[in-house]
T-cell receptor, first 115, second 111 residues
Framework: DTGVSQNPRHKITKRGQNVTFRCDPI?????LYWYRQTLGQGPEFLTY????????KSRLLSDRFSAERPKGSFSTLEIQRTEQGDSAMYLC?????????????FGEGSRLTVL | GQQVMQIPQYQHVQEGEDFTTYCNSS?????IQWYKQRPGGHPVFLIQ?????EVKKQKRLTFQFGEAKKNSSLHITATQTTDVGTYFC???????????FGTGTRLTVIP
């Protein structure tokens, strides 16, 4: 399978715990995006990387959220001290190229439930 | 901040009827993309429009980008049950590369 891979697919945690999600993009893609989606809403932009550089981070993202892409390949999204409002589907997408934003290839997502 | 709104939020049609969803951005977009998300699935890319006033067709789907590059539409002719899902527009404002998604239009097709 050469698509975008996300792990774990489902995560149930207690409020206050830390969680980490991993995204493996399509291998030749330079750009990697993280989105959050709640039921009935559109994907909400969180952050994106061009290779290993994090170029933009949403102002909606509190300091409890951090993302890395250390070698310009896979990426991790960590949420510290989870809150019930963090419950959502976390989507990763990758995109080739370095110019105008193009087609995003999404993974299946990681669903987080905070109890 | 940038906002991308879509109308209607929901649309129920009889199979065979046409369907249109409209997308409006608060800022000028460098391009507009459309995605389809089936229930329980992830967004899947449909098309990208770049030029002002551009119109593209994919079989029964017609996509249009407004002259001011702030609005777009998706029209489906003679809907089929396979068209069921939520349709999102998305675009980066001029000079940026982070895509903001619209609020989506959820299409239900009644057989």
């Amino acid at each position: 399978d050469t698509g975008v891979s996300q792990n774990p697919r489902h995560k149930i945690t207690k409020r206050g715990q830390n969680v980490t999600f991993r995204c493996d993009p399509i291998s030749e893609h330079n750009r990697l995006y993280w989105y959050r989606q709640t039921l009935g809403q559109g994907p909400e932009f969180l952050t994106y990387f061009q290779n290993e550089a994090q170029l933009e981070k949403s102002r909606l993202l509190s300091d409890r959220f951090s993302a890395e892409r250390p070698k310009g390949s896979f990426s991790t999204l960590e949420i510290q001290r989870t809150e019930q409002g963090d419950s959502a589907m976390y989507l990763c997408a990758s995109s080739p190229g370095t110019g105008m934003a193009g087609e995003l290839f999404f993974g299946e997502g990681s669903r987080l439930t905070v109890l | 901040g940038q906002q991308v709104m879509q109308i209607p939020q929901y649309q129920h049609v009889q199979e065979g009827e046409d369907f249109t969803t409209y997308c409006n951005s608060s800022t000028t977009l460098s391009n507009i993309q459309w995605y389809k998300q089936r229930p329980g699935g992830h967004p899947v890319f449909l098309i990208q429009l770049v030029k002002s006033g551009e119109v593209k067709k994919q079989k029964r789907l017609t996509f249009q980008f407004g002259e001011a590059k702030k609005n777009s539409s998706l029209h489906i002719t003679a809907t089929q049950t396979t068209d069921v899902g939520t349709y999102f527009c998305a675009g980066p404002k001029t000079g940026a590369n982070n895509l903001f998604f619209g609020t989506g239009t959820r299409l239900t097709v009644i057989p």
